[in-house]
């Protein structure tokens, strides 16, 4: 018998995913996304609450700089967007799907009471797309 397909983003997102603080240096966020195969992380406060989110972009031009110019990397604070947007983890997946379609993030921090409580990809929803699909 199948199983039956995910319907809302609590059944398909990373509960124990990386994130970072606005003091880790934009070298420690490189290497902790690249280890973890993202394009961005989630920026959080002492209490894990949302507070930005900075991707590969945002840091690629300020680390390629401070190597250059031999600096002390800039820190996540520095580089994030302070505007992010995240989904509560009761939301559809149908609905985050047709989102997606517009905004164009490839990681979505998921909060609950502005707490970060995991992260849910393009991928993560589209592989939920197919198996709705197959369902």
Request: proline share 7%.
């Amino acid at each position: 018998m199948p199983s039956k397909a995910p319907t809302i983003v609590r059944e398909i997102m990373s509960r124990d995913c990386y994130r970072v603080s606005g003091k880790t240096s934009a070298t420690t966020l490189a290497e902790g996304l690249s280890l973890h195969r993202l394009p961005g992380a989630p920026v959080v406060d002492g209490h894990d609450r949302l507070i930005g989110f900075i991707s590969e972009q945002d840091v690629l031009g300020k680390l390629l700089e401070s190597a250059y110019l031999d600096d002390e990397p800039p820190l996540v604070e520095d580089l994030m967007r302070n505007e992010v947007l995240s989904v509560l983890p009761s939301k559809s997946i149908t609905d985050l799907a047709q989102e997606m379609l517009g905004a164009k993030p490839k990681v979505y921090p998921v909060t609950e009471q502005g707490r970060l409580v995991g992260i849910v990809t393009r991928r993560d929803v589209l592989n939920a797309v197919l198996r709705m699909r197959h369902a």
